[in-house]
Nanobody, 124 residues
Framework: VQLQASGGGSVQAGGSLRLSCATSDITLSYYAVGWFRQAPGKKREGVSCFSTRSGDPYYDDSVKGRFAISRDNAKNTFYLQMADLRPEDTAVYYC??????????????????WGKGTQVTVSS
């Protein structure tokens, strides 16, 4: 399964970006989907995910109130809208997908497929 992430770039602090992730290999509406990021010298961390097909999303505490994950099933695409970006948001962002659970608390656990990543750089 190939996931294609796009939308990264360089912005100043306080700016906004929207990341997109699409694939033609699976029907994303049947899957858990989400976004991870990895900053230089740090572990990859879950940013925001849907762990079920229609439940509430998970957000890492560091992005709550600033980032929003969404799906467009008609386009087989999901997004990460990022606002009020901070220098500490600088990282490579990866989109991911995995088996959706019927009922589960929101999390970024259990992802199986990964995109190649898109760089987000936020300058102060």
């Amino acid at each position: 399964v190939q996931l294609q992430a796009s939308g990264g770039g360089s912005v100043q602090a306080g700016g906004s970006l929207r990341l997109s992730c699409a694939t033609s290999d699976i029907t994303l509406s049947y899957y858990a989907v989400g976004w991870f990021r990895q900053a230089p010298g740090k572990k990859r961390e879950g940013v925001s995910c849907f762990s079920t097909r229609s439940g509430d999303p998970y957000y890492d505490d560091s992005v709550k109130g600033r980032f929003a994950i969404s799906r467009d099933n008609a386009k087989n695409t999901f997004y990460l809208q990022m606002a009020d970006l901070r220098p500490e948001d600088t990282a490579v962002y990866y989109c991911t997908a995995g088996l959706a659970r019927l009922e589960a608390p929101p999390s970024c656990d259990g992802m199986n497929y990964w995109g190649k990543g898109t760089q987000v750089t936020v300058s102060s």
